[in-house]
């Protein structure tokens, strides 16, 4: 059974930072997609970023605009585990963060591409 689990959320200062983590168990998703989303309240599921490993230290990444720069999105295959270090958080940055792991090997922005979901972890930057 696959499963992902997110931690590292909590509740962060405007220009705080945060990193996220994403553990995945029952598969490995060496070279497979891993994406970020986010929710926010009364709003659509939210790309962020992903990352294809490519082979050797090799990765692509690849992110939304409004968080490039500000976000950094890394894995470690030995651990079989994904991250997010988010930078420079703003209060528009509140959300739940969801990882997300596909069966594909493109960094797609869409959710209908990622089969495996983790649960979430709220980050809430205050004002």
């Known amino acids: 059974q696959v499963q992902l689990v997110e931690s590292g959320g909590g509740l962060v200062q405007a220009g705080g930072s945060l990193r996220l983590s994403c553990a995945a168990s029952g598969r490995t998703f060496s070279s497979n997609t891993m994406g970020w989303f986010r929710q926010a309240p009364g709003k659509e599921r939210e790309f962020v970023a992903s990352i294809r490993w490519i082979g050797g230290s090799t990765f692509y990444a690849y992110y939304e605009d409004s968080m490039k720069g500000r976000f950094t999105i890394s894995r470690d295959n030995a651990k079989n585990t994904v991250y997010l270090q988010m930078n420079s958080l703003k209060p528009e940055d509140t959300a739940v963060y969801y990882c997300?792991?596909?069966?594909?090997?493109?960094?797609?922005?869409?959710?209908?591409?990622?089969?495996?979901w983790g649960q979430g972890t709220q980050v809430t930057v205050s004002s």
């Open positions: 997300a792991a596909s069966e594909h090997y493109t960094l797609s922005r869409s959710p209908d591409d990622y089969a495996y």
